[in-house]
Antibody, heavy 124, light 107 residues
Framework: EVQLLESGGGLVQPGGSLRLSCAAS????????MSWVRQAPGKGLEWVSA????????YNADSVTGRFTISRDNSKNTLYLQLNSLRAEDTAAYYC?????????????????WGQGTTVTVSS | DIQMTQSPSSLSASVGDRVTITCRAS??????LNWYQQKPGKAPKLLIY???SLQGGVPSRFGGSGSGTDFTLTISSLQPEDFATYYC?????????FGQGTKLEIK
C-alpha cells in the first residue's frame, strides 16, 4: 500500500524551529518529486515547497523562502521540511504529498498521495 | 507567481443537481491544472489532473475542462458524498498555487 506518514509537529514559540519528517512506503520514493502543503485552521490549502527527485533542487512559496528548507534522503525514503524563524501565521496542518509522476511520456505534478498531516502550532 | 481564483466561494445544491465550479489563472497555464476534493478533517483527494484527466478510482460523474486561463470542474449528478470543499491547483510552474476553495453544501 502506498503510504506517507508525517511526524515532527508540535507547539513551538515564535522564532523557534522544527523539523518535519515524512516517511514513504509502497512506492519507489526516489522516482518522484515530493511536496509539502499546509492548511491553517479553517483556511484553504497553501502549497509550501517541492523537491526534485535527486534532492538537488528545491522550490518554496514566497511566504516561507529563507525560513523553510525542504530536503530528502532517498536511502531512507524520507522527506523533510526544516522550519526556522517560525511565526504565528505558520500555524497549520502540514501535509507531505507525492506527485503523479510520468504519464504518457510527460511528468505530471498533481498530488495523488497525501499523508494524514502533522500539526504545527506557533504560540508563546 | 500565478494566482488562481475560484468561483463561487460557496455553493448550495441538491442531490442529483449538475454543478460547475470555475477556476481562473492569472496567466496561461496550458492544461497544467488539477482539481482536489477535501472533506473535513481529511487530506485532499486528487480528482482531475491535466485539466481533464480523471484520476484512477474517481467516479465518472466528475469531469474537468479548459485550457489557458479558464477551467471548470463539473459534477454531473451530485451524490451525498460529494458535499465537500473543492480546490484547483496550477502545476505549470512553482510555486504551484491553489485556488481559495469552493465549499459545496447541501441545499
Amino acid at each position: 500500500e502506498v503510504q506517507l506518514l508525517e511526524s515532527g509537529g508540535g507547539l513551538v514559540q515564535p522564532g523557534g524551529s522544527l523539523r518535519l519528517s515524512c516517511a514513504a512506503s509502497g512506492f519507489t520514493f526516489s522516482n518522484y518529486v515530493m511536496s509539502w502543503v499546509r492548511q491553517a485552521p479553517g483556511k484553504g490549502l497553501e502549497w509550501v515547497s517541492a523537491i526534485s527527485v535527486t534532492g538537488d533542487t528545491g522550490y518554496n512559496a514566497d511566504s516561507v523562502t529563507g525560513r523553510f528548507t525542504i530536503s530528502r534522503d532517498n536511502s531512507k525514503n524520507t522527506l523533510y521540511l526544516q522550519l526556522n524563524s517560525l511565526r504565528a501565521e505558520d500555524t497549520a496542518a502540514y501535509y507531505c504529498a507525492k506527485t503523479l509522476g510520468i504519464r504518457g511520456g510527460a511528468y505530471y505534478y498533481g498530488l495523488d498521495v497525501w499523508g494524514q498531516g502533522t500539526t504545527v502550532t506557533v504560540s508563546s | 507567481d500565478i494566482q488562481m481564483t475560484q468561483s463561487p466561494s460557496s455553493l448550495s445544491a441538491s442531490v442529483g443537481d449538475r454543478v460547475t465550479i470555475t477556476c481562473r489563472a492569472s496567466q496561461s497555464i496550458s492544461s497544467y491544472l488539477n482539481w482536489y476534493q477535501q472533506k473535513p478533517g481529511k487530506a485532499p483527494k486528487l480528482l482531475i489532473y491535466a485539466a481533464s484527466s480523471l484520476q484512477g478510482g474517481v467516479p465518472s460523474r466528475f469531469g474537468g475542462s479548459g485550457s489557458g486561463t479558464d477551467f471548470t470542474l463539473t459534477i454531473s449528478s451530485l451524490q451525498p458524498e460529494d458535499f465537500a470543499t473543492y480546490y484547483c491547483q496550477q502545476s505549470y510552474s512553482p510555486p504551484r498555487t491553489f485556488g481559495q476553495g469552493t465549499k459545496l453544501e447541501i441545499k
